[in-house]
Structures are given as structure tokens and as C-alpha cells.
């Protein structure tokens, strides 16, 4: 992350599973969209109390609107630039991703990405859970119907490098 970065839209509560031929299960986490990056943080400092305010109160703000452009208070681009000293967090220059799309599915919006790091192709999904079920493992229950074009046309319009 550079010094002069700011986020442009923080979305928490977000699942992400790999499109792989023999993957199972997924990982939850945030995706960050910063000016010049997008970022997957699945291992982040925050709170647990904070999470699950914000959680509920974007839970809120979709079910009024399904603009997915917004952030959160109480976590900013210093927490960011922590949260990415743990490698086991993505953060991806808009070049780096060689294909991104959305569809909406009868169950929920679904974000896609294909993107290489360090010399291995990845695919992703990404859904905004709205609800949890804990045991035996956590995973969502209920997804969000979400609008992801003006996030997707942010990260095309700053892309050099287009298919």
C-alpha cells in the first residue's frame, strides 16, 4: 500500500471461495477497493464488537440500497497497512487482475475474479453473507443482492493492461 492511498469502498462480511476443480469451504473476510488497490483481508486486528456492528449496519444499508461504494468508521487506511503486514491478506494492483465480472444468481450477487500473484493463475468468487451458521464450520446461510458494477468499473477504468 502507498503512502497516499485512500479507500474508496471497505465491504465486510464478504465470502470468498476458489473456483479451483476440487475446492471445498471458503474464507470470510473484508474486500477493500483503495485508488489503487483491491484488497482481501482475512486475517485483520479489528475488533470482534466493532465486525459485528458493522456487519449489522451494512446489512442495513443494503436491504435500502445496493450501491456497493461505501466504507466504515472506525477502520482507516493506518488499520489497512496493518492488517497487511499479515501475509496470509491479498492486496492486488489493479493490473494484476486479469478478469473481473458480476452476475446475480437467484440466491445472491456474485463478484468475480481472475487474477495471477506471484506467477499462479487464481479464481475467486466473492459474496456479501448476510447471515452465519457457526457449527461445525462457519459459513454463510443467506447472501446479499448487491449492485457490484460501479465497484467493477472502478477497478476497469484504472487498469492499463486490459484484455
Excluded at 476443480?21 to 477497493?33: C, K, P, Q, T
Excluded at 499462479?120 to 454463510?140: F, G, N
Aim: proline share 2%; no cysteine.
Amino acid at each position: 500500500m502507498e503512502p497516499d492511498e485512500k479507500i474508496q469502498a471497505h465491504l465486510v462480511s464478504i465470502w470468498r471461495e476458489s473456483k479451483k476443480f476440487f475446492s471445498v469451504g471458503g474464507r470470510e473476510g473484508m474486500l477493500i477497493l483503495t485508488d489503487k488497490h483491491l484488497m482481501f483481508i482475512h486475517k485483520t486486528e479489528a475488533k470482534k464488537k466493532w465486525w459485528d456492528a458493522i456487519r449489522q449496519r451494512q446489512t442495513l444499508h443494503f436491504l435500502r440500497s445496493k450501491d456497493t461504494m461505501l466504507t466504515h468508521d472506525g477502520y482507516d487506511e493506518e488499520d489497512l497497512k496493518q492488517d497487511l503486514e499479515n501475509e496470509k491478506n491479498v492486496e492486488l494492483r489493479f493490473d494484476d487482475i486479469l478478469d473481473i465480472s458480476y452476475e446475480e444468481k437467484d440466491w445472491g450477487s456474485v463478484l468475480f475474479i481472475e487474477y495471477e500473484i506471484d506467477g499462479k493463475l487464481e479464481k475467486h468468487q466473492y459474496s456479501i453473507a448476510q447471515d452465519w451458521v457457526k457449527y461445525p464450520a462457519k459459513e454463510p446461510t443467506k447472501y446479499m443482492k448487491v449492485d457490484w458494477e460501479e465497484f467493477v468499473q472502478y477497478i476497469k477504468d484504472r487498469q492499463k493492461i486490459t484484455r
